[in-house]
């Protein structure tokens, strides 16, 4: 019997260390037969680690993990394909193409990677272009292996199957690898060199700050202190029932088309500026004419804050509030709105259909009478121009002022 020389003795591979593992045979790396699960790149590149890493291959190695991470960049990310692209990879793992076959071909028999389809360098003669091959399509898969390691619970088998959680065994693994790979209390690595100390800040000209007055007290509180403060400083209640805030959104709401200034503001932003006049028990029109009057002759850049400020101001200077039989908002109840009301009636002949029409028809071009008209008598312009007529002429006023 011949002694094996040395030349052959390297040459031969090393024995496996898992003997019961195999490796899969070419029948079984088509995605259509193969045993293992589909996978995404972010699943797939540690799987193939842990392949490579456990030593199942004796020809795995750093290489292998190489052009596995090249595949994994341009894989897709839902379905997991990706282009052999067998000079690309070569190129970019700065190796030959027989190398790159070589490793691809052991990523196949460890089951990380199954044929979507098969190239073939026959030219397909299509018009315009001399030659034309088809590209192999690669899937990337999971083995079983890889699965009872990890304590996988599966549901399905072959190309189709999916995890649906981990054995009790999977979760202590999975809590160990956490447990070994956390960081320690100084935030440090194990052997990690700790970087040259900071200088301190060069002293310079900087600005007094003088100390936060905490008024005797610390600066964390409860929201029943806070709340206890608010109501004595005259801020009022903090908290306001969602059917409350709806009701000042749409108190609000209305408001907003009888102000110009306001028009730009936002419905939420408005709302929690009108808090304090619909807590008063105002309606809309009586907010619009208390708005109107807090800004004659110019618009305000930012309205609600100009609305919370001047009704802050207000309420320090204490200015006397109407009593609050005045703010109703039946008109029966004000003697001398009534008095007018009939004056009025008294002095103009009554209105008539044709009046109606008339005006609705005619008015559109003299808008900027609709408006004041609307300004000074709100439901006398409704019943002569009607509600798109008196929106219209609103809309442009506020668009001009």
């Keep these: 019997m011949r002694r094996t020389t040395g030349a052959a003795s390297r040459c031969a591979p090393p024995a496996c260390p898992d003997p019961a593992w195999t490796r ?52 897709d990310y839902r379905r997991g394909y990706v282009l052999y692209d067998l000079e690309g990879t070569a190129a970019r793992c700065e190796v030959s193409t027989a190398t790159v076959k070589r490793h691809v071909r052991v990523l196949r028999e460890l089951g990380a990677l199954a044929w979507h389809r098969h190239g073939t360098k026959k030219n397909l003669r ?26 996988h619970r599966l549901d399905g088998t072959g190309y189709g199957a999916r995890v649906l959680g981990v054995t009790d065994e999977g979760r202590m693994r999975a809590t160990g690898a956490v447990r070994a790979t956390s960081h320690p209390a100084d935030g440090r690595h194990p052997g990690t060199v700790l970087p040259a100390p900071r200088a301190p800040h060069s ?90 009057g807090m800004a004659v002759g110019w618009s305000p850049a930012r309205p609600a804050a ?33 008095q007018w009301l009939n004056a009025r009636r008294a002095d103009t002949p009554a ?32 019943d002569l121009y009607g ?3 008196c929106a219209y002429a609103v809309k442009r006023a506020a668009r001009t002022t």
Excluded: C
Aim: cysteine-free.
């Design 24 to 75: 899969v045979p070419r029948a079984a790396q088509e995605a259509a037969s193969t045993s293992a699960r589909r996978a995404q790149p972010r699943a797939w590149l540690p799987a193939v680690a842990w392949l490579v890493g456990a030593g199942l291959h004796p020809r795995a190695g750093g290489t292998t993990l190489a052009v596995a991470r090249d595949l994994a960049a341009r894989m």
């Design 126 to 151: 299509l018009p315009g272009r001399a030659y034309t091959a088809t590209a192999t399509i690669y899937a990337a898969v999971i083995p079983a292996a890889y699965d009872t390691a990890m304590g």
């Design 203 to 292: 002293p310079g000209p900087h600005h007094d700050v003088p100390p936060a007055d905490l008024d005797g007290g610390l600066n964390y509180t409860s929201r029943a202190n806070r709340r206890t403060r608010r109501a004595r400083s005259g801020g009022g209640p903090s908290l306001r029932s969602p059917w409350q805030v709806a009701r000042d959104i749409r108190i609000a709401r209305q408001v907003r088309p009888l102000v110009g200034w306001a028009q730009r503001e936002g419905l939420r932003r408005l709302a929690f500026a009108l808090r304090p006049l619909i807590d008063r028990g105002l309606e809309a029109h009586d907010i619009a004419a208390e708005l109107i």
């Design 306 to 338: 100009y609305i919370t400020a001047a009704l802050a101001r207000d309420r320090r200077t204490g200015t006397p509030r109407r009593p609050d039989k005045e703010l109703t908002a039946d008109p029966a109840a004000h003697q001398e709105w009534q």
């Design 351 to 382: 209105r008539t259909d044709d009046d109606r029409r008339h005006a609705r028809l005619y008015a559109w071009d003299r808008w900027h009478e609709v408006a004041t008209h609307y300004d000074q008598d709100p439901d006398d312009a409704l």
């Design 387 to 389: 509600t798109r007529l």
